[in-house]
């Protein structure tokens, strides 16, 4: 009897638990993280601030642009141009349409040692740290 009340408890326990996961799922997914496209820029519109990319692997999307929209090696929404290759677009969907977050020209050319401050200074290469330490010891 002792047996069949604990195979019950557990029962009502694990149809909790799998409540509440599958009550947070759609949460998750919800906020899930933003799309990236990438391709060569098929068109533009300035009228609409749109443009439409060209993806090898998802096809060709529309895509808007904001007065949020941060662009990285470009220059902003001008810089765009019809046949523009290696642009990286990441987007979110927003009442249907897609709102490009951030567009920027991937394939660097490898000088920025592969972090994601392209901006420089300084940052985290071994060669600063003798370089300051010189300048240090021939000041005092």
């Known amino acids: 009897m002792k047996l069949i009340r604990f195979i019950a408890v557990l029962a009502v326990a694990l149809t909790a ?6 009550g947070a799922a759609p ?3 919800a906020t ?5 496209f990438e391709g060569t820029v098929v068109s533009v519109n ?3 601030r749109t443009f439409r990319l060209s993806d090898v692997e998802r096809g060709t999307v529309r895509i808007k642009v904001t007065r949020n929209t941060r662009f990285e090696r470009i220059d902003g929404f001008a810089g765009l141009k019809a046949g523009a290759k290696n642009i990286e677009a990441t987007v979110k969907r927003k ?3 897609l709102v490009a977050l951030t567009v920027e020209r991937s ?3 490898g000088q920025h040692g592969g972090g994601r401050d392209d901006r420089g200074g300084g940052g985290g290469g071994g060669n600063d740290d003798p370089a300051g330490d010189d ?3 021939n000041r005092s």
């Open 107 to 109: 394939g660097g050319g």
């Open 27 to 29: 949460t998750q997914t």
């Open 46 to 48: 300035r009228d609409a």
């Open 95 to 97: 009442n249907g349409a």
């Open 32 to 36: 899930a993280a933003a799309s990236k």
């Open 17 to 22: 638990l799998s409540a509440t996961v599958a």
């Open 135 to 137: 300048h240090g010891g």
